[in-house]
């Protein structure tokens, strides 16, 4: 089907300032960071991942490891999807018992996608905490799950899509909102 872009609400000059803003409050609220560890969903959480500890080292000078979480056998939906997404391999090549985990999502939305994020965690080990970081928070939450760390809250109608760029991905960084286009 296809879509027609309603706005674009971030470019990169905001995405990168939402980030540098968003590691300063996770700098602030994780004084040891040598016990910070970031886990990105596949697959942009990923990248936004890796952006977060390049600025940390930037920032601190400290390496924070950066681990990459498929959670497709965790979805509550899996049977249901009409096309079965591809299970690709969870890599993290750190304990993250006892650790504070920084998880990294693009969008959050019914919230399903985190609480299959945590139990796929919670399969690997007991971390000290879980903080979430989401680049934008569109709302229409089915779940209780709050970010700890939002680039932008986007409220938005269940029609609309919002879509996360990442020029690592998708060569732009942008934010779009799109909905399916009317037929004729």
């Known amino acids: 089907m296809e879509e027609k872009i309603k706005a674009k609400v971030m470019d990169a000059a905001k995405i990168k300032r939402s980030l540098v803003r968003m590691t300063t409050e996770i700098l602030e609220r994780n004084r040891n960071l040598k016990n910070l560890v970031i886990v990105g969903i596949r697959t942009r959480g990923i990248y936004l991942g890796k952006r977060i500890s390049k600025l940390i080292q930037d920032l601190e000078k400290v390496?924070?490891?950066v681990g990459v979480l498929d959670i497709t056998?965790?979805?509550d939906d899996f049977a249901e999807l009409e096309t079965q997404h591809m299970v690709q391999k969870t890599e993290i090549d750190f304990p993250i018992s006892k650790k504070d985990v920084l998880l990294v999502d693009d969008v959050l939305f019914?919230?399903?996608t985190i609480r299959a994020?945590?139990?796929s965690l919670f399969d690997l080990?007991?971390?000290q905490t879980v903080q979430l970081f989401v680049l934008i928070d569109r709302g229409h939450r089915e779940l209780p799950i709050r970010p700890d760390y939002v680039g932008k809250?986007?409220?938005?109608?269940?029609?609309e899509v919002v879509q996360v760029?990442?020029?690592?991905v998708d060569d732009a960084d942008e934010v779009l909102i799109t909905e399916p286009?009317?037929?004729k």
Request: hydrophobic share 30%; proline share 10%; charged share 35%.
């Open 110 to 112: 019914t919230g399903r």
């Open 117 to 119: 994020a945590m139990d």
């Open 181 to 183: 286009a009317e037929l």
């Open 73 to 75: 056998l965790y979805r």
């Open 165 to 168: 760029k990442l020029s690592e």
């Open 125 to 127: 080990g007991r971390p």
């Open 153 to 159: 809250v986007l409220p938005t109608s269940k029609r």
């Open 63 to 65: 390496d924070i490891p």
